[in-house]
């Protein structure tokens, strides 16, 4: 089968590997219909984190089903189901309590290769989400916000519930590419009232103007605070959703969160040397991390994408056959698009 594969910083490509086999009963084999390039790709992409060569790459997908393992129960050949990056099994602790990202039964290991014509989904029943129908029953910008699903929309969302955003109450949300501007649109879900979105790009700014957001503030560092301040009368903000995780990006949604205020921190952090003590003093609460894709989905963004109160799919500004991987992967790094679908099969 046809792969994506990450060589060196700056540089993936298609390889020819061997196509997945069961290899548990758990597991169920996808053939991928739409996969797409995650913002977390884009580090390892840039030589920022670390990645071995010859890896294959991506961790969003949607497809079929064509094989399951004999444990399988809830699912059959012939099912079109989102492949989320999270592999939780639904019966440990963490999965009964809700938080699948961190089930003791997967290993963020095996979370990559999504950028292929078939993937292996351990944990089948317990991870992966039956979409009614098939592939052709929707419209493409349905496709598109069903992929969303696999990461960014959760994540967002993810985001929104971790800093206990509240109906009526004033957000803001560090990070202007695909799972901020999900966390724009959660946010609004969850009945935030304000909702400021920190951005210097006018295509973002007026996509999340479009998902909701009402105040778009471009400074950084201190201005940027000062500006949030500025907004909020000098109180700050009541749930702040910090979806980058730059020390710059975290150190600010620290000091712009109003006390007693909780931030959601779903930006894979990048810096080790954080003063998390400066929230002691405020009451501040910090909370997040991988989201808990499976659960968020299961209880309520499948239903609000399928009856069309959110549309999260138009984050996907540019589209490309899974040959043209490379330019997938730089037209991100360039800001050409927000964030890039891969179209590996016919629906």
Not at 155 to 169: L, Q
Not at 254 to 265: D, K, L, Q, T
Not at 301 to 319: A, M, Q, Y
Request: hydrophobic residues 40%; proline residues 3%; negative net charge.
């Amino acid at each position: 089968m046809k792969a994506a594969v990450f060589i060196e910083p700056g540089q993936v490509r298609i390889e020819d590997r061997e196509a997945p086999q069961v290899t548990a009963p758990s597991d169920a084999i996808i053939k991928v219909v739409r996969a797409s390039v995650c913002g977390s790709d884009l580090w390892f992409y840039r030589g920022i984190a670390k990645r071995s060569g010859g890896d294959t790459v991506g961790h969003e997908a949607i497809g079929i089903v064509t094989e399951v393992g004999a444990d399988v129960t809830t699912l059959t050949p012939g099912d079109f189901v989102i492949v989320p990056f999270t592999h939780g099994c639904g019966h440990c602790a963490a999965c009964l309590a809700g938080y699948d990202a961190n089930c003791s039964n997967a290993n963020f290991g095996r979370n990559a290769g999504y950028q292929a014509e078939y993937v292996r989904a351990p944990n089948a029943d317990g991870a992966l989400i039956k979409i009614p129908g098939t592939p052709s029953d929707y419209s493409e910008d349905l496709l598109k916000s069903f992929v969303t699903l696999a990461d960014v929309m959760a994540t967002g969302y993810h985001a929104a519930v971790s800093a206990d955003v509240r109906p009526g109450a004033t957000a803001v949300v560090f990070g202007d590419g695909a799972v901020g501007l999900c966390g724009v649109i959660s946010a609004k879900l969850r009945g935030a009232e304000r909702i400021i979105i920190m951005s210097r790009h006018e295509d973002r700014q007026r996509l999340a103007r479009e998902f909701g957001a009402t105040d778009v503030v471009a400074e950084r560092g201190d201005e940027a605070v000062a500006r949030v301040l500025e907004l909020t009368n000098g109180v700050g903000a009541d749930a702040t959703l910090e979806c980058v995780g730059t020390a710059q990006s975290t150190e600010t949604a620290f000091a712009v969160a109003r006390a007693g205020s909780m931030i959601g921190r779903v930006g894979v952090p990048q810096s080790r040397d954080l003063d998390v003590n400066a929230l002691f003093w405020r009451n501040v609460g910090l909370k997040g991390g991988p989201a808990n894709v499976t659960t968020y989905v299961r209880q309520i963004l499948l239903e609000k994408v399928l009856d069309g109160s959110i549309n999260p799919g138009r984050v996907f500004t540019g589209e490309y056959e899974l040959d043209a991987i490379q330019d997938a992967y730089a037209a991100m790094v360039e800001r050409r698009v927000i964030k890039s679908l891969v179209r590996v099969a016919d629906r």
